[in-house]
Nanobody, 125 residues
Framework: QVQLVESGGGLVQAGGSLRLSCAASGSNFRLNALGWYRQFPGQSRAARALVAAITSDQTTYYADSVQGRFTITRDNAQNTVYLQMNSLKPEDTAVYYC????????????????WGKGTRVTVSS
């Protein structure tokens, strides 16, 4: 019954911006950590990597590769998490997934219980 639906992906030139959204439904997820993860072309799900995460108290984490360029936010009233991506690079090309953790502050990919189906981001040079 829990459902995560991503949107906002697309094709953008290097240096451009996109904002990804993930709408969660099925329960109140205020106490759950949420994260954005990406899977690069040609990689398996096992290689799905954390991009950014936000805890129940809105503490954030960013991978080094996106620090300063991406911003994660959440709107608990709408059960929605966003990823603002600026200064996009070709190496950001990937399918981006949002994930819901069973924990308040643990967001390792292996701790994610629910995944969206992903939204594709392609950055051209």
């Amino acid at each position: 019954q829990v459902q995560l639906v991503e949107s906002g992906g697309g094709l953008v030139q290097a240096g451009g911006s996109l904002r990804l959204s993930c709408a969660a439904s099925g329960s109140n997820f205020r106490l759950n950590a949420l994260g954005w993860y990406r899977q690069f072309p040609g990689q398996s799900r096992a290689a799905r990597a954390l991009v950014a995460a936000i805890t129940s108290d809105q503490t954030t984490y960013y991978a080094d590769s996106v620090q300063g360029r991406f911003t994660i936010t959440r709107d608990n009233a709408q059960n929605t998490v966003y990823l603002q991506m600026n200064s996009l690079k070709p190496e950001d090309t990937a399918v981006y997934y949002c994930g819901l953790s069973s924990f308040e502050s643990d967001y390792d990919p292996h701790d994610i219980d629910y995944w969206g189906k992903g939204t594709r981001v392609t950055v051209s040079s």
